[in-house]
């Protein structure tokens, strides 16, 4: 399909949390390098979001086990003839190396930038809803009217204090993703279900639509199976339930 819309649903807890850092590294790699003060204020935002969602105690300890399991899923697959051998040593390597960077960094991800009293103080207020303007946050409204360069240099120093974090975020994403291959299924009256092998657990799910079509998927599952629901959009409506057939490109991504 040429205009394509892709819709990714996660099964279980640590791949939501990375898909969620994902698109907040997004986010702030989108804003940071731009000139108008909305968008440093947007990055700003994006940024907090990451450092509360480090600020769970075992969020290190899950991405140090999730790189373990890729790496002890790659190398069963070493000795198989048609594997690329160069290509695997190589994503070996990069795991192995991000997974020492995780292990040397002390204390939780992200404390530092969590101590740091200027960005603390617009995590507080942030909480209240229209509660960063000049009155409430000063020296916040002093720092958007600083210089473009010096906005955006501030934004890259805290972002390289989250480089591991993002760095093993894209890396197990990456891997997740591509361990699989899109295939075309049909949604029988708009409706799908499958079950799902215990043993070997799927993480998450790829939902490709075509774009022309004025409808969305909702998605709800387990480690068991799951269910693909196709609704209707019409303007001026509330979304219904599709009762046609619908084809549509399905990935199961696991190791």
């Given at each position: ?5 892709l ?7 640590r ?10 590294f ?80 002390k ?44 906005r ?34 049909t ?35 387990s ?33």
């Amino acid at each position: 399909m040429s205009d394509t819309l892709l819709y990714e649903h996660p099964l279980n807890e640590r791949t939501r949390t990375l898909l969620r850092l994902s698109r907040l590294f997004e986010q702030i790699e989108h804003y940071a390098d731009r000139e108008e003060r909305v968008c440093s204020r947007m990055a700003v935002q994006a940024l907090l979001d990451i450092l509360a969602i480090l600020a769970r105690p075992d969020i290190k300890g899950e991405l140090i086990k999730q790189l373990d399991q890729q790496a002890k899923a790659l190398q069963k697959v070493a000795l198989n003839p048609d594997v690329d051998q160069v290509r695997l040593q190589r994503i070996l390597n990069d795991l192995g190396r991000t997974a020492d960077r995780l292990h040397a960094t002390k204390g939780q991800l992200g404390v530092k930038l969590r101590r740091n009293e200027f960005l603390s103080a617009i995590s507080q207020r942030l909480t209240i809803p229209g509660g960063s303007f000049e009155f409430d946050l000063p020296q916040f409204h002093f720092w958007l009217h600083q210089p473009g360069e010096v906005r955006r240099r501030d934004l890259r120093a805290w972002l390289e204090e989250l480089s591991v974090v993002r760095d093993t975020t894209d890396l197990v994403l990456g891997l997740l993703r591509n361990a699989s291959l899109m295939r075309q299924v049909t949604a029988r009256q708009g409706l799908y279900q499958k079950s799902l092998d215990s043993q070997r657990p799927v993480e998450l799910i790829q939902v490709a639509l075509d774009a022309n079509l004025r409808l969305f998927p909702e998605i709800s599952g387990s480690r068991h199976r799951f269910t693909i629901r196709f609704m209707s959009v019409e303007e001026s409506e509330q979304p219904a339930a599709v009762d046609g057939n619908v084809i549509f490109g399905l990935k199961l991504c696991l190791f």
